[in-house]
């Protein structure tokens, strides 16, 4: 069962959050204020609008200015910071790592590793080992697979068979 198609929330990402007037609600919004306030007094009564809408706007850039100022002195920034270069996978190397477990015919020699201690240096030699002999193994039976299909398909004649010979003693 497919799920309903809906329009999607207008208000959604929008810098303003939550309700968004477009120019249609102003106008009737307009239009009301104007059979209701009167001609007379319409000019006045926006430029109150105005002023109130310009000091809870500047009363928010101030409340937002001063979580800013809060959340760098706790340190939320440096942590956040940390989490997003955490969840780089660049940072940690892991593209490094998948290339140098690819197995897409790169001969490439992956960067020399860090001194270990021996038996981890050993380990780490024979799987490096067993993953060249895997790779070999893997690359001549595909040339010999491939040979197979490419050679012409002849059907040898069944050799005849030796003529026995009695051993008289």
Do not use: C
Not at 25 to 31: K, R, T
Not at 40 to 60: Q, S, W
Request: proline share 9%.
């Amino acid at each position: 069962m497919r799920p309903k198609k809906t329009k999607p929330d207008p208000t959604v990402g929008h810098p303003a959050g939550g309700y968004v007037i477009g120019w249609t609600e102003i106008m009737v919004i307009g239009i009301v204020a104007l059979i209701v306030v009167g001609p007379k007094d319409l000019p006045g009564l926006f430029r109150e609008v105005g002023r109130f809408t310009g000091k809870v706007r500047g009363m928010a850039r101030e409340f937002s200015r001063a979580m800013d100022e809060a959340a760098d002195q706790s340190g939320v920034n440096d942590m956040a910071k940390t989490l997003r270069t955490a969840s780089n996978p660049k940072a940690y190397g892991i593209d490094a790592l998948k290339k140098a477990t690819s197995l897409d015919g790169d001969d490439e020699k992956p960067a020399p590793a860090k001194p270990m201690g021996t038996e981890t240096q050993k380990l780490a030699e024979d799987r490096a080992e067993a993953a060249r002999k895997l790779r070999q193994e893997t690359a001549e039976r595909a040339a010999a697979r491939k040979a197979e299909t490419t050679a012409p398909a002849v059907d040898p004649a069944p050799a005849a068979p030796a003529p026995e010979q009695e051993n008289k003693v």
